[in-house]
């Protein structure tokens, strides 16, 4: 027999930010700090390990290859168990793996403890995005662009803490910036089981008519195509930004300053796109995204000078803040509650695909194709596309929209 995943009633609507901000930090710890804070801390780790360059890059596709084996399976699970027991799980990972990696020295036990971290933050993810979809599915573009802001929050936290860190304990060096990243996701671990609690839709009965068919479901298979384009597109400028501004004769600071805005508006992008969506309709903010999306690649190609790449760093972090989060709430919509962590699974997969090739040919297309006006030319074409198939999909995603509410 199945137990009964443990349940209360809808939160009262002052509870919207005590439950939306615990799930944030747990984005900021798993996300942030723990993947996104890998490159950060990396120099560090390359010089105290006396690692190659081709050394701290397996460790990086050693993380990346844990995230991609088990995204797909996270929602599966979450469906089986209930949200919070996977995602608690997930973050007890990540935690485990934060404090090992501060007493190991070999290279392939730190790379275990990295598969660890990539496999952990995915079981964090997905089932956090349906447990709060589930509390609160009125504002889910509000609530989902809130969580999604947590990756970008811990790559900032990552740069600010990490030097402050090392210079605190020179001797210690990388392990103290795990000790101390260990620490903030076990409190923070701690407070989400205190706090979280799985939606009332985690003990929805479903008939085997309405239980999703992925690849029969049309829209839902679009998305996890758009979702494929977006993972392949969105990571050129935040690769190659700042070489493109070194190579067009532009200061180290200036180009330093100017990514950082990228920075800050992918942060607030996601819940400024979300918040819209709430009001205006899911279709209609997904479509203009897509345009600032093209927009965000394209600037540099015509101006490639200071006021260009400010203008696309605002542009383009704002808009993928915004793409992820509406392409994971047009998701929600296509499945019953109780399977919008296997949906969000599904599509994912395809993401994650699409940000292993896209990194792959854009490099190559800078090599020998005419530089990175070559690869941001590569964003806009993939931004057309998606925004093409979204416009094809119109009709089907405004129907389920409206079925939805």
């Known amino acids: 027999m199945n137990s009964v995943p443990h349940v209360q009633k809808a939160p009262n609507p002052k509870h919207f930010w005590t439950l939306v901000l615990c799930g944030t930090l747990l984005v900021i710890t798993t996300t942030g700090l723990a993947r996104m804070g890998y490159g950060a801390v990396l120099p560090y780790m390359q010089k105290g390990l006396h690692l190659t360059i081709s050394q701290t890059g397996l460790l990086g596709t050693i993380m990346f290859l844990g995230y991609l084996l088990t995204v797909g399976l996270s929602g599966v699970l979450a ?117 979280l609690k799985n939606p009332a839709s985690a003990r929805q009965t479903v008939s085997e008519e309405d239980k999703p068919q992925w ?47 990228a920075g800050v508006f992918s942060i607030i992008g996601g819940p400024v796109w979300g918040s819209i969506s709430d009001k205006a309709g899911v279709q209609q903010t ?63 997969v395809f993401y994650a695909v699409g940000q292993m090739l896209g990194p792959a040919l854009s490099g190559w297309m800078i090599e020998h194709m005419g530089g990175f006006a070559a690869a941001y030319g590569l964003g806009a074409v993939v931004y057309v596309l998606g925004f093409v198939l979204n416009s094809r999909g119109k009709v089907v995603s405004m129907q389920s929209e409206r079925s939805s509410l």
């Not at 485990?96 to 079981?123: D, K, Q, R, T, Y």
């Not at 049309?218 to 990571?235: D, H, N, P, R, S």
């Not at 690649?297 to 400010?310: E, H, K, R, S, T």
Request: with cysteine; proline share 4%; glycine share 12%.
């Open 79 to 195: 469906v089986r168990w209930g949200a919070k027991l996977v995602l608690i799980t997930g973050s007890a990972a990540v935690v485990v793996s934060m404090l090992g990696l501060v007493w190991s020295s070999s290279f392939w036990a730190i790379g275990l403890f990295m598969f660890v971290i990539g496999a952990g933050s995915s079981l964090v993810f997905t089932p956090l995005m349906s447990l709060m979809i589930g509390w609160f599915p009125q504002q889910r573009g509000k609530v989902l662009g809130i969580l999604l802001s947590g990756a970008g929050i811990g790559m900032l936290l990552s740069g600010f803490l990490i030097p402050v860190i090392i210079r605190v304990f020179p001797h210690d060096g990388w392990h103290a910036v795990w000790l101390c990243f260990g620490i903030i996701s076990l409190v923070v671990l701690v407070l989400s089981l205190f706090v």
């Open 215 to 261: 690849l029969k479901n049309k829209e839902l298979t679009l998305i996890a195509v758009l979702y494929f384009l977006i993972g392949m597109a969105y990571l050129i400028p935040n690769l190659y930004q700042s070489s493109y501004m070194l190579e067009a004769g532009i200061s180290s600071s200036t180009t330093g300053l100017i990514y950082a805005f």
């Open 286 to 348: 997904f479509m203009l995204a897509w345009i600032f999306a093209v927009l965000g690649d394209l600037v540099p190609i015509v101006m490639d000078n200071v006021w260009g790449f400010a203008i696309s760093s605002i542009i383009w972090g704002s808009s993928i803040g915004g793409l992820v989060t509406l392409i994971q709430v047009k998701a929600s919509q296509q499945v019953p509650s109780k399977y919008v962590p296997s949906g969000i699974g599904f599509i994912s």
